[in-house]
């Protein structure tokens, strides 16, 4: 399938964490994942969040943890893959999901590595561009250009909440519009 359906969906958020945050120039990042994560609330697309070493670097940032579905798993790792944690494989296959929407911190280290090892698995990724962020533009652009390279389809906040509702005759689909106005 080359567009996204909200039945086969799952929402991976990596690291967006309060120091890492505070790294970058901008926090578009925080923005895009925050609506980005209520409108898979609203649309009963589940959600799980890694932090990388949580002890340095933080929580998730408040405005992202706060449009969380409900129950959303949280995982902790010092891995750079997600995959490599104990137990997040095994959770996203738990779901039964073929696309991972993909979005987070670092674009050319951990979100790339998650990239590599979803794709390898067999899972169909969608990295959300603008949903994801490095400290250097230059290896930001080499993690979106290698994770395209290998596979991942490059995409953004507005295609994915447009996909996922396929019709604005959607019945979520004002709440999900006025996320985006």
């Known amino acids: 399938m080359n567009t996204l359906s909200p039945n086969d969906s799952l929402v991976l958020i990596i690291d967006v964490q309060e120091r890492l945050v505070g790294m970058l120039e901008k926090d578009i990042i925080v923005s895009k994942t925050s609506k ?33 579905p409900d129950e959303t798993p949280v995982f902790e790792k010092t891995s750079f893959s997600a995959l490599d944690t104990e137990g997040i494989a095994e959770k996203i296959k738990s779901y039964g999901k073929k696309q991972i929407i993909l979005c987070g911190i670092e674009t ?8 590599a090892a979803l794709l390898e698995a067999g899972y ?10 490095s400290r250097n533009k230059y290896e930001f652009e080499q993690g979106i250009s290698i994770m395209q390279q290998n596979g991942a389809k490059i995409t953004c ?17 004002k709440e999900v519009q006025a996320l985006i106005k």
Not at 48 to 68: D, F, N, R, S, W
Not at 124 to 133: I, N
């Open 124 to 133: 169909d990724v969608y990295v959300m561009k603008d949903a994801c962020a």
């Open 157 to 173: 906040l507005e295609i994915v909440l447009f996909e996922w509702l396929k019709s604005a005759k959607h019945p979520n689909f």
């Open 36 to 68: 980005l994560a209520e409108a898979a609330k609203i649309l009963n697309i589940p959600v799980i969040v890694t932090e990388q070493y949580p002890k340095g670097l933080g929580a998730t940032v408040t405005a992202v943890a706060e449009k969380l």
């Open 108 to 115: 050319h280290i951990c979100v790339h590595q998650t990239c």
